[in-house]
Every structure is written in structure tokens, then in C-alpha cells.
């Protein structure tokens, strides 16, 4: 299951799994994706590795800044995914 986390102004949105527990590591995947006139642009990394599994429309530039997006949130996200999400009032 994936999780909502938050909306960028040009409507990427990025979303996370559940702590996902193998070998003794728990891991988060965080997937960004935004609509596009033919689809959707997309892209997933793994926490804690930041290894991207794919990549699909996003420019070099808007990777960087979801690389550097990731290392300022992973501990959020690590949280979030532990508590099943995001809970608000």
C-alpha cells in the first residue's frame, strides 16, 4: 500500500509504502509521479539506499532535486511509514 505525503506546486505527488521489513532491514519506497497530457511522468527510490528503480520523464535537474528532496525527508518518511501513513486531525 502506498501513502500520500505531499502534492508539489506542479502536481508531482509523492507518495510512500509501509516499512518494509527483509534480511533483517527495513525499507521504505518512495514513488513521485505526475500527470502528464499522454500519462504520467514517474520515479521510485528505496530508503535507506536512495536507489532509484526507475525513472520515467522527470528531467536530470527535477532528479536532483528529488535526491535532495529525499535526504531532508527520509526521516519523516520512516516515520510516517511505521505509523501506516500520515495521520491528521
Same mark, same amino acid.
Given at each position: 500500500?502506498?501513502? !500520500?505525503?505531499? *502534492? #508539489?506546486?506542479?502536481? *508531482?505527488?509523492? *507518495? &510512500?509504502?509501509? #516499512?518494509? %521489513?527483509?534480511?533483517?532491514?527495513?525499507?521504505? %519506497?518512495? &514513488?513521485?509521479?505526475? !500527470? *502528464? %497530457?499522454?500519462?504520467?511522468?514517474?520515479?521510485?527510490?528505496? /530508503?535507506?539506499?536512495?536507489?532509484?528503480?526507475?525513472?520515467?520523464?522527470?528531467?536530470?535537474?527535477?532528479?536532483?532535486?528529488?535526491?535532495?528532496? /529525499?535526504?531532508?525527508?527520509? &526521516? #519523516? #518518511?520512516?516515520?510516517?511509514?511505521?505509523?501506516?501513513?500520515? &495521520?491528521?486531525?
Amino acid at each position: 500500500m502506498m501513502y !500520500p505525503y505531499i *502534492t #508539489l506546486a506542479d502536481e *508531482t505527488e509523492i *507518495t &510512500h509504502s509501509q #516499512l518494509i %521489513e527483509a534480511d533483517g532491514n527495513q525499507t521504505v %519506497e518512495v &514513488h513521485f509521479e505526475r !500527470p *502528464t %497530457e499522454t500519462g504520467f511522468d514517474s520515479a521510485r527510490c528505496v /530508503l535507506p539506499t536512495y536507489q532509484w528503480k526507475f525513472v520515467e520523464g522527470f528531467s536530470p535537474d527535477e532528479m536532483a532535486f528529488f535526491d535532495e528532496f /529525499l535526504r531532508n525527508n527520509a &526521516h #519523516l #518518511l520512516y516515520r510516517y511509514a511505521a505509523q501506516g501513513g500520515m &495521520h491528521c486531525a
